[in-house]
């Protein structure tokens, strides 16, 4: 989920004529009758009108796929372990060796491995249990043996899409066999040079041999799709180079262990919470920035209109998610790493549709609810109903109520509508908040615009972050309901818990009202 803002709507900013000085960059930030925004320079105003006093930088835990620590708009806004120093020591005795501005969850502890890429999870759990299952049928034994996990096994890779992979790789493999029959017959015709032949040629070639017909009808749909000019040897070549590919591909299931395990931590063990490195700005960091951005990036005074929500709280950058489905276990570490270490509000712009070992996250969740820290998290981007398929993380106990100090969001149009891009629930969406075009800062300052429920998460992080920073005696769950009791009314009020999206002007009057 995380990455699609990113290779998606870049493109749709260019496309819509959105540009660095753009009329719309922070409209997010106001509310009218035209544009339906989240009314936070309102809030603003009002804790400024009413004197509301804060000092405590309050700090935000963005568990993402890190941050630009070198970016001008957020290098003032980091949160720093002022009792760290980058001397190769756990200065302060957390179990971090120099965690400076957070921790990066997905590499080696000498810096040697760090992960950028991950397949889905449906895929990680395929490869799992193919080795037990790669030769077993409907009705055989082993299946009826483990009914459940071999129903669970036919779902996995029907999802990740390798039981038609496999198949087609049989399917060439029966091909090769026709090019080769073939190649022979070519090679007994007369006044024929099979090494200079084009698939033009082939075409018009009339070979006495009843199974001339049978091999070209088999490979017909590769030899209307190779280039006319091509050679029959180069058409053999790239043939079998492809075939060798797919091989080398469906190699990987058995032959190549998942690379999470170079880090070196046992991954079936929560409590092993202490792997990885502090290394934030990795490859792939783009989405961690411009999410930390939109909470309290201070971007300089020409993109004044890009700059983040609260720049009076602290960014603490927590790596736990790659380029894929991220692991339960170091979503559950970082989780732990951020209420441990002073997080009061915690971002989540990531999710998944299958968590394997959910148990480590949910626990990881109650731990933050049990130390009063507030959890926003995406919805998703797939227009899904979420009532009605599982989507992780689920933010709920052992009776599978919702935790009082979890809130899921999605995104909004403009216009105050349900966007196209993000999922929806009457029961598992909280509420909504702008989603589409929302500014912020990627790596290298660069100011630009991006859409999802990755970046309507933050708006509501940032608001969060007001909040808890200005009414400290409010709880977490004090605060979830304040945001829920103070949205703006949708149209269609059955898609959320609360009916509507978030307001800051509405949140800081009622919290204000009940921090006195």
């Given at each position: 989920m995380k990455r699609t803002f990113i290779t998606l709507f870049m493109a749709l900013s260019v496309m819509s004529g959105f540009s660095q000085n753009s009329e719309y960059a922070g409209w997010y930030k106001i509310h009218n009758d035209s544009i339906h925004g989240a009314n936070i320079n309102a809030a603003i105003n009002y804790i400024k009108a009413n004197k509301i006093k804060y000092k405590k930088?309050?700090?935000v835990g963005v568990l993402d796929s890190g941050i630009d620590t070198a970016s001008v708009a957020l290098k003032q806004v980091l949160w720093t372990n002022?009792?760290?120093?980058?001397?190769?020591?756990?200065?302060d005795k957390n179990g971090y060796v120099d965690d400076l501005h957070g921790w990066n969850f997905l590499g080696t502890a000498d810096g040697s491995f760090n992960m950028l890429r991950a397949g889905t999870e449906e895929y990680r759990e395929f490869?799992?249990?193919?080795?037990?299952y790669k030769n077993v049928k409907d009705g055989d034994a082993e299946a009826n043996m483990w009914p459940l996990e071999y129903a669970y096994y036919k779902k996995v890779r029907k999802k990740c899409g390798v039981g038609s992979y496999m198949m087609f790789y049989q399917f060439s493999q029966q091909k090769a066999v026709t090019i080769a029959k073939m190649d022979s017959l070519l090679h007994t015709v007369k006044n024929l040079n099979p090494d200079t032949l084009t698939i033009a040629g082939l075409f018009t070639q009339e070979v006495e041999d009843s199974a001339w017909a049978q091999y070209g009808q088999e490979i017909y749909v590769d030899l209307i799709k190779a280039e006319p000019t091509q050679t029959w040897p180069e058409f053999k070549k790239a043939q079998a180079e492809a075939l060798k590919q797919m091989a080398h591909n469906l190699w990987k299931i058995e032959g190549e262990a998942d690379k999470r395990l170079l880090i070196g931590d046992d991954m079936n063990n929560a409590a092993d919470r202490f792997y990885g490195n502090g290394k934030l700005d990795i490859e792939g960091y783009e989405?961690?920035?411009?999410?930390?951005?939109?909470?309290?990036?201070?971007?300089?005074k020409e993109h004044d209109a890009f700059s983040g929500i609260w720049p009076n709280a602290r960014i603490m950058a927590v790596r736990c998610s790659p380029d894929g489905d991220e692991y339960d276990k170091d979503v559950a570490s970082s989780i732990h790493y951020a209420v441990d270490n002073g997080a009061r509000v915690i971002n989540i712009s990531l999710g998944k549709y299958l968590s394997p070992d959910h148990k480590m996250v949910d626990d990881a969740l109650l731990y933050a609810q049990k130390h009063d820290v507030l959890?926003?998290?995406?919805?998703?981007?797939?227009?899904?109903?979420?009532?009605?398929i599982g989507y992780y993380p689920q933010g709920i106990d052992a009776s599978r109520k919702s935790l009082d100090n979890y809130v899921r969001v999605g995104g909004i149009t403009m216009l105050g509508k349900l966007s196209k891009v993000s999922n929806y629930g009457g029961k598992k969406v909280d509420l909504y908040a702008p989603g589409e075009y929302i500014s912020g800062v990627y790596p290298g300052d660069k100011y630009d615009f991006a859409n999802g429920t990755s970046v309507a998460a933050?708006?509501?992080?940032?608001?969060?972050a007001m909040i808890r920073n200005c009414f400290p005696?409010?709880?977490?769950?004090?605060v979830k309901d304040v945001l829920i009791k103070s949205v703006h009314p949708m149209e269609n009020k059955t898609i959320s818990v609360s009916g509507g999206y978030v307001d800051a002007l509405e949140a800081v009057k009622l919290a204000h009202k009940l921090n006195k």
């Open positions: 930088n309050i700090i002022k009792k760290e120093k980058a001397d190769g020591k756990d200065n490869k799992r249990l193919y080795p037990k989405h961690g920035t411009f999410v930390a951005s939109i909470v309290a990036g201070k971007a300089d959890v926003i998290a995406a919805a998703g981007n797939n227009y899904l109903n979420i009532d009605t933050p708006v509501v992080s940032g608001i969060a005696k409010l709880t977490a769950a004090q």
